[in-house]
T-cell receptor
Framework: DTEVTQTPKHLVMGMTNKKSLKCEQH?????MYWYKQKAKKPPELMFV???????INESVPSRFSPECPNSSLLNLHLHALQPEDSALYLC?????????????FGSGTRLTVV | AQSVTQLGSHVSVSEGALVLLRCNYS??????LFWYVQYPNQGLQLLLK??????LVKGINGFEAEFKKSETSFHLTKPSAHMSDAAEYFC??????????????FGQGTTLQVKP
């Protein structure tokens, strides 16, 4: 299995809702990442987990809450989002953080906040 | 700190013509460099990577890139464009500096249009 699977593919949520994005990989990768991508822009790093521990938080607002329950799963919990948070959210994994082997990206979750 | 500059936000070629997408990097340490492709409403797919082995790197779908340290460049080429190559292309460098976060630093992207 050489894929990163993200669910759901599309999500529409109100500003008072709570929702979660899920990401799964079975490649034995020990680093997992959340990126946010706005239209016509490159992805922006949000969080990095290394060996199931939060390694990097790029000053992301607390309405985004990551969770890594085990080495194969990565969640992003969403609460009280703003319309400007609408974007494509990409999950990625790599063999190890800092190894330079390149990431494997999922297909993303298209999030719309109304 | 590492950085990447992609020259040309939009490149248009005819089907069958040479594809050349330009990428220049800045890095204080030997860089790890990547090219990714993104089709509409999709994630990013790794085309190829340079990790200090051979300077001419061959990737998927007939793409290749050459690492030129003297020019700090890592341009992406394909001899003959196909309609299916139309997509967004991102060059990226991996943060291998102090701290070695492995963070990918992306260029702004180049949209490749292929005309019939």
């Amino acid at each position: 299995d050489t894929e990163v699977t993200q669910t759901p593919k599309h999500l529409v949520m109100g500003m008072t809702n709570k929702k979660s994005l899920k990401c799964e990989q079975h490649m034995g990768h020990r680093a997992m990442y959340w990126y946010k991508q706005k239209a016509k822009k490159p992805p922006e790093l949000m969080f990095v987990y290394s060996y199931e521990k939060l390694s990097i938080n790029e000053s992301v607002p607390s309405r985004f809450s990551p969770e890594c329950p085990n080495s194969s799963l990565l969640n992003l919990h969403l609460h009280a989002l703003q319309p400007e948070d609408s974007a494509l959210y990409l999950c990625a994994s790599s063999q190890d953080q800092g190894r330079g082997t390149g990431y494997t990206f999922g297909s993303g979750t298209r999030l719309t906040v109304v | 700190a590492q950085s990447v500059t992609q020259l040309g936000s939009h490149v248009s070629v005819s089907e069958g013509a040479l594809v050349l997408l330009r990428c220049n990097y800045s890095s204080s340490v030997p860089p790890y460099l990547f090219w990714y492709v993104q089709y509409p409403n999709q994630g990013l797919q790794l085309l190829l990577k340079y990790t200090s082995a051979a300077t001419l790197v061959k990737g998927i779908n007939g793409f290749e890139a050459e690492f030129k340290k003297s020019e700090t460049s890592f341009h992406l080429t394909k001899p003959s464009a196909h309609m299916s190559d139309a997509a967004e292309y991102f060059c990226a460098v991996s943060d291998q500096g102090s701290g070695n976060t492995g963070k990918l630093i992306f260029g702004q992207g180049t949209t490749l249009q292929v005309k019939p």
